[in-house]
């Protein structure tokens, strides 16, 4: 079959397309034809070496699957072949979702949602799964509770807002000015231009000096200390992103305020309650680019650097194999 293999960390030249033998299923694993994956922040990060000492070369990355089932391990109970299934490879162990075929645990995957395409369906499973785990697993987001999501545009922001509108709540975010109106359609109610705003004060005012509920960090920099200036009282904030040095602290203890760090884990429970927001309409992916698995390295290049489109948005689908 064939693989997009990252020979050496670094550049997105170190990509080769090769041919690799197809991998097998063990005891509850399914193979899995890959129809779509697409491209995440994590993707780069690990082309780049941040996560060298985890990893292997040669090596293949990728986070995100969509595809049919077409082979079956002994003891899989919950799928047949045929089934149309999506998810995350396990973060770290074993062959990423740059590949044609890819085999996998029945526990981490869902059926894909009837509504979406391949390229659609193969957007979700990293960037939404964070999503629901920051909102639902940690905040416990409830109604009418304040949310400030930062990075509304980007490819974990996109889905935490529609997914915190689904729960009711109050939102604000924050986006270059190109991408105000798509965030105010997709379900904000105030997205502050940060840019040319300081998001401190903008909060501040708009809250009547309160604060929000709950901050959800997709950026890092000085967020975590930021974030205890416009908390309320017991507020929350989530994180995904490392901790590159130390952070100040101290305005959230007088919060009461709670941290939680974010490292997604991959679970059907999560996919399966995605798959009901997508075919009830409240959660749409958001695709706006297209390249086959032979370009994988323009596809990171466009997220990591916006080469060619500096107001670029959304998720970035990699078609390994035309649906039929």
């Known amino acids: ?20 033998p197809t991998p097998k299923p063990g005891f509850q694993e399914v193979l899995v034809k890959v129809y779509a994956t697409s491209v995440n922040p994590l993707d780069y990060q690990v082309r780049r070496g941040d996560y060298k000492n985890e990893l292997e070369l040669p090596v293949i990355t990728g986070h995100d699957i969509s595809g049919e089932i077409v082979a079956l ?3 899989v109970k919950n799928f047949k072949v045929g089934d149309e299934v999506y998810y995350t490879p396990e973060i770290f162990n074993g062959p990423g979702s740059y590949v ?4 996998a645990h029945e526990s981490i995957m869902g059926l894909k949602p009837k509504n979406l395409s391949h390229l659609e369906a193969a957007t979700l499973p990293l960037a939404a799964g964070t999503a629901w785990e920051m909102l639902v697993s940690r905040a416990q987001l409830k109604i009418n509770q304040s949310i400030l999501v930062h990075g509304g545009a980007g490819g974990v922001g996109i889905p935490t807002i529609q997914i915190a509108k689904a729960m009711g ?16 359609e997709l379900g904000a109610d105030h997205v502050i231009d940060y840019e040319n705003e300081d998001y401190l004060q903008v909060i501040d005012q708009l809250t009547n000096h309160k604060g929000v509920d709950v901050i959800i960090d997709t950026i890092g920099g000085n967020t975590l200390s930021d974030s205890g200036k416009i908390l309320s009282q017991l507020g929350q904030v989530v994180t995904l992103v490392d901790i590159e040095k130390p952070q100040n602290l101290i305005e959230a203890w007088g919060k ?5 760090f974010v490292f997604t884990r991959q679970n059907r429970n999560k996919l399966d309650e995605l798959t009901k927001l997508v075919e009830s309409n409240k959660l749409k992916p958001v695709l706006n680019k297209v390249f086959p698995l032979s370009e ?3 596809a990171h290049s466009l997220l990591e650097y916006r080469t060619g489109d500096k107001n670029f948005y959304g998720k970035i ?5 035309k649906e039929l």
């Open 169 to 184: 709540a109050i939102i604000y975010t924050t986006a270059r000015k190109a991408h105000h109106e798509f965030l105010l």
């Open 317 to 321: 689908g990699i078609e390994v194999e």
């Open 296 to 298: 994988i390295g323009k």
């Open 100 to 103: 044609q075929y890819h085999v």
């Open 73 to 75: 391990g002994p003891g």
């Open 256 to 260: 009461n305020a709670t941290y939680h």
């Open 1 to 20: 079959m064939k693989a997009a293999v990252l020979k050496e960390f670094g550049s997105i030249e170190n990509f080769e397309i090769a041919d690799i």
